[in-house]
């Protein structure tokens, strides 16, 4: 039975749905990955009433999440032979990469995330061995000073580190991400690897899940993309609907990329670099 009192309450729950889907995903004969523990993190009743809650009747709407992952899954092992040495996970949610990617044991990995988050996830993983070096660590990202003094310790030693944030932007102010891109930008990050969505597809989510989000409403969609993150210049951009539609994940309607409209297609995953 549906527990009333399971819902998006703030940011922090959308992890959880995020895992859902990833379980989900996991379990498929063709799975764009696989994340074996996102079934027993997500919780079967809490992630699947929350996806299930949030869910537009009649859509399929866990496919952006699963496609943005298997794109920055695929973004990292690029990097990683590039020579990326430290990889920053900031706003790490559920998410198990240092667990089920193919690292090189001598790799640190750090993330982070809220405090509940975190102290949750410590209790949840203690028993799992990550497949590289992992440092977790409670901040909020958008507090600039903790920020800053968590991206000097997570950097140090490292010569070509990458920085993830995965389904954040969108819930953080405007002021607080250009912030973030500031500190980023200063502390010698050479990749930075996020999800940027367009003012439409900002418009049309709040429209159609708006009040089931609760305080998790999104808030970034910036009109002309990464352009204002001052200071970054974008390496790679791969739009998610296109991504989604090689993939068959989305709904067989949106898959002609020419009937969909560019403030849609723009929607996706960027990979960042410092401007030269
Ligand atoms: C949609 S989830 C994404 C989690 C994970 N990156 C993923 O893709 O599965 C958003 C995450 O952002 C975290 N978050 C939101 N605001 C934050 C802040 N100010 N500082 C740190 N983490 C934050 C939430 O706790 C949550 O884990």
Request: charged share 25%; hydrophobic share 45%; with cysteine.
């Amino acid at each position: 039975m549906v527990q009333e009192s399971i819902a998006i309450t703030d940011v922090s729950d959308t992890a959880i749905w995020m895992a859902a889907y990833r379980a989900e995903e996991s379990a498929r004969p063709d799975a764009l990955f696989s994340d074996p523990i996102a079934e027993r993190l997500a919780g079967r009743l809490r992630g699947a009433v929350l996806a299930s809650k949030v869910a537009v009747p009649g859509s399929r709407n866990g496919w952006p999440p699963v496609v943005r992952t298997r794109l920055i899954d695929d973004l990292i092992t690029y990097a990683l032979a590039e020579g990326c040495d430290r990889v920053i996970n900031l706003a790490a949610g559920w998410d198990t990469r240092p667990y089920r990617l193919e690292l090189p044991a001598e790799l640190h990995w750090f993330e982070a995330d809220l405090p509940a988050i975190v102290a949750a996830k410590d209790r949840a993983l203690a028993l799992d061995p990550p497949r590289c070096e992992l440092t977790r660590r409670a901040i909020d990202v958008t507090d600039r000073d903790a920020c800053a003094a968590f991206l000097v310790e997570a950097t140090a030693g490292a010569e070509r580190p990458l920085v993830i944030t995965e389904g954040l932007l969108q819930y953080v102010e405007p002021a607080a991400v250009l912030t973030l891109s500031e500190n980023l930008r200063t502390h010698g990050i050479r990749w930075w690897i996020t999800d940027l969505w367009t003012p439409l597809l900002l418009r049309v989510v709040n429209r159609t899940m708006g009040r089931r989000l609760g305080d998790a409403r999104w808030l970034f969609g910036p009109r002309g993309g990464a352009r204002c993150l001052r200071g970054w210049e974008v390496r790679e951009q791969l739009s998610i609907f296109r991504a989604a539609a090689r993939w068959r994940r989305s709904p067989r309607w949106m898959r002609p990329a020419a009937g969909l409209p560019a403030g849609l297609l723009r929607s996706g995953v960027v990979c960042l670099r410092v401007a030269e």
